[in-house]
């Protein structure tokens, strides 16, 4: 039997569980101590994503956190940014990436977004598609001079998805 996840908004005395979650996932897709140094400052959790962004973690019943996931949104546009979404190494595959997706569809869709989009990961370019997400792009990586990122977007209006 599968354990029952919550999830939940984030806290911020979560702070530091999160930014250790958001570094053993990333890391989990096979990049080095360098590269993930290099990330650090990017995947490290800020005070302001509790504040000005929509964040959400899910948790098993024992309250041990096993993913995040955040919305930001522009104040007027329609547009939201998937700007954080990881998932614990020994908790993928296990449809806690799909809820805490659900939670930002309903988000968005709450708020009237008409797109979504996000720099992926290229190994989490799959699993973004199979959430409705299409290439469009790439973008330069916020930490890694030279390397580019899928830019991917999932239009809310066009019935598309999961």
Same mark, same amino acid.
């Given at each position: 039997m599968q354990e029952e996840l919550i999830v939940r908004k984030a806290d911020i005395s979560e702070k530091d569980a999160l930014t250790d979650l958001?570094?053993?996932?990333?890391?989990?897709?096979g990049y080095d101590d360098?590269?993930?140094?290099?990330c650090a400052d990017e995947l490290r959790v800020h005070d302001s994503w509790f504040i000005e962004d929509d964040f959400w973690?899910?948790?098993?019943?024992?309250?041990? !956190?096993? =993913?995040?996931?955040?919305?930001?949104m522009e104040k007027h546009g329609g547009i939201g940014e998937l700007e954080t979404c990881f998932v614990d190494p020994n908790w993928q595959g296990k449809q806690v990436g799909?809820?805490?997706?659900?939670q930002l569809i309903a988000k968005a869709q709450e708020n009237e977004l008409m797109r979504l989009g996000?720099?992926?990961?290229?190994?989490?370019?799959?699993?973004?598609?199979?959430?409705?997400?299409?290439?469009v792009g790439r973008t330069p990586s916020g930490s !890694?001079? =030279?390397r580019t990122l899928p830019r991917m977007e999932l239009n809310l209006n066009a019935g598309q998805g999961r």
């Open positions: 958001c570094m053993r996932s990333k890391q989990s897709n360098a590269f993930m140094a290099a973690l899910a948790e098993t019943s024992d309250g041990q !956190i096993v =993913g995040c996931i955040r919305l930001s799909r809820k805490l997706f659900d996000l720099d992926a990961d290229p190994s989490a370019e799959p699993f973004y598609a199979r959430m409705g997400f299409a290439t !890694i001079a =030279g």
